[in-house]
C-alpha cells in the first residue's frame, strides 16, 4: 500500500488502525477460483479470519459463499446479506441453544462429534446434515493450528463411518456434505491433498451426497524466503482427484474453505513508536498497540514485516538499519512483535506498519489491559472508508452491572 496514503490513513483516523486494502482480497479470490477448473465449485470465505461486515460484502459480491464456526458469525452472515443457503456451519463443541440458532435460522449444520450428530438428529431428525472427517493427519504453520490426526479435538474419525450411519438411520438424517479442514498456513498442499484422498474415500461410502468440502487451511508467505502455494498445481491435482472420484461415483460440488489466503495479505496494522529504550545489549522500540490487537506474533510465534511508513520524498534518507525489538503497550513480556528485527532508525511519532494482519487480527483482538479495540479502515483504490470506529472506554464498562458492593 502507499506509503502517502497510509500517512493520510493515520492523520484522519489515528492509530493503532488496521488496514486493508480491497483489491487485494480480490485479487487472492479471483487466483484461487481460477486455478481450480473443477465444476461445480464453491468457495466459503471462512470468516473467523475477519469478520468485519464491510470484508464480508465483498466477498459476498465477488460471488464468495461463507463459513460460520459460531452463531455470532452467522449472525454477522446475514447482517452482511448473504443468504441462509450460502453459509455453512462448521461448529464445534456445540450447546443446544446454538444447534437450535442454526436450525431456526435454516443454515446447514456440520457436526463435528458423533456425540453431536445425535444431539443434532433429536432436535432435527429427518433433516439436511454435514458431517466433518477427521482423516487422520493434519497440517499447519505451528502446532496450535493443526485440526486433523488423532492428538486433535476435530471432526469424526474417518474409520467411524459405520456409526455414522447408524446415526443418520436412527434420525432419518439425509447426509448432504463431508468436510475435513486439517489446519492452517500450509504453503506445501502434499499433506491438504493426501487428506482430500481420505475424505473422498470416506464420501464414496455415501452415494446421495452432495458436496464435499475440503475446508481451508491455504497459507500466505510471512516470512522472507516463504514461497506462495503453487496454486496451478494444487489446483491441478485437486481437480483432476475429485474428477476422477465424480467419474467413479457420482456428480458432487467441491466446496472450499479459504480464510487466510483471502485475507491476509490485504491487510496492515498501523502503529505509531511511542518509546525507544536501549539496555547494554537491545533497543526496545515501543508502539502504542500490543498482543491484544495482534496476537499472532505472541500466539504462534508468528512473523510478520514491519516497515517504517516514510513520505516517498524523504525515503532515501534511511540507509542504516539496526537490530530492535518491537513490542507493544501491554504488560506482559509476550507483547513482542518481533526480535532482533532489522530495522532503519526510530523515534517517537514514527509510523510503523506490521504487515500481511488482515486475517486473524481483529478478529482475535480484544481489550486486554482495559485498552479499547483499534479502528478499521477499507482502501478501494482512491477511496478510504472507516469500516468500523476506535473502541472507546465507555466500550469497557459495556455488559458491566453496577453492583453495590456494599450491600
Ligand atoms: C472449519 C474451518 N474452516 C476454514 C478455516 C479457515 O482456515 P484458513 O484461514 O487457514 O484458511 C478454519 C480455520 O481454522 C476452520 O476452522
Known amino acids: 500500500m502507499d506509503f ?7 492523520t484522519a483516523y489515528g492509530t493503532p488502525t488496521y488496514v486493508y486494502d480491497k483489491q487485494v482480497m480480490a485479487r487472492q479470490y479471483q487466483n484461487l477460483a481460477q486455478s481450480i477448473r473443477y465444476t461445480p465449485l464453491r468457495i466459503h470465505y471462512a470468516c473467523k479470519a475477519n469478520t468485519n461486515c464491510a470484508i464480508l ?21 446475514l447482517k452482511a446479506g448473504f443468504s441462509s443457503s450460502d453459509i455453512l456451519f462448521t461448529g464445534n463443541n456445540l450447546t443446544h441453544s446454538e444447534i437450535m440458532y442454526a436450525i431456526s435460522h435454516d443454515v ?45 479435538k476435530f471432526g469424526i474419525y474417518q474409520t467411524d ?15 448432504k456434505g463431508v468436510h475435513m479442514h486439517i489446519g492452517s498456513g500450509i504453503l506445501e498442499p502434499v499433506l491438504l491433498l493426501k ?12 452415494p446421495d451426497l452432495e458436496f464435499v468440502d475440503i475446508g481451508g487451511g491455504l497459507g500466505v508467505p510471512y516470512e522472507p524466503g516463504q514461497v506462495s502455494m503453487d496454486l496451478r498445481k494444487f489446483g491441478e491435482s485437486l481437480t483432476d482427484m475429485v474428477t476422477r472420484w465424480a467419474e467413479h461415483n457420482h456428480a458432487v460440488t467441491l466446496v472450499l474453505e479459504p480464510g487466510r489466503f483471502l485475507v491476509a495479505e490485504s491487510g496492515i496494522l498501523l502503529t505509531t513508536v511511542t518509546a525507544v529504550k536501549e539496555n547494554p ?113 465507555q466500550d469497557l464498562l459495556r455488559n458491566q452491572c453496577e453492583v453495590d458492593i456494599d450491600g
Not at 502517502?4 to 493515520?10: G, M, P, Q, T
Open 4 to 10: 502517502d496514503r497510509l500517512a493520510e490513513i493515520r
Open 57 to 77: 460484502r465483498i466477498f459476498r459480491d465477488l460471488g464468495c459463499a461463507v463459513d460460520c464456526v459460531s452463531p455470532g458469525e452467522i449472525f454477522l452472515a
Open 108 to 152: 446447514l449444520m456440520t457436526a463435528d462429534s458423533l456425540s453431536q450428530l445425535e444431539v443434532y438428529g433429536q432436535i432435527n431428525p429427518e433433516s439436511d446434515v454435514c458431517i466433518r472427517i477427521n482423516p487422520n493427519l493434519g497440517a499447519g504453520h505451528h502446532k496450535h493450528v493443526i485440526t486433523g490426526g488423532l492428538q486433535s
Open 161 to 175: 463411518v459405520a456409526q455414522i450411519t447408524s446415526l443418520l438411520n436412527k434420525y432419518n438424517l439425509h447426509l
Open 195 to 206: 487428506g482430500v484422498e481420505s475424505l473422498l474415500q470416506v464420501a464414496g461410502e455415501f
Open 281 to 393: 545489549k537491545y533497543t526496545f522500540v515501543g508502539v502504542d498497540t500490543g498482543f491484544n490487537h495482534f496476537m499472532r506474533p505472541a500466539l504462534y510465534n508468528a512473523y510478520h514485516e514491519i516497515v517504517k511508513v516514510v513520505p516517498s520524498e524523504s525515503r532515501r534518507e534511511f540507509q542504516e538499519h539496526s537490530e530492535v525489538t518491537v513490542c507493544g503497550d501491554i504488560c506482559e513480556s509476550a507483547d513482542i512483535f518481533a526480535r532482533n528485527r532489522l530495522l532503519p532508525p526510530l523515534k517517537e511519532g514514527d509510523l510503523l506498519a506490521i504487515l500481511n494482519t488482515g486475517a486473524y487480527g481483529f478478529s482475535m483482538a480484544s481489550e486486554y489491559n482495559s485498552r479499547p479495540l483499534p479502528a478499521e479502515v477499507l482502501v478501494d483504490k482512491t477511496t478510504v472508508t472507516e469500516i468500523r470506529k476506535r473502541g472507546t472506554f
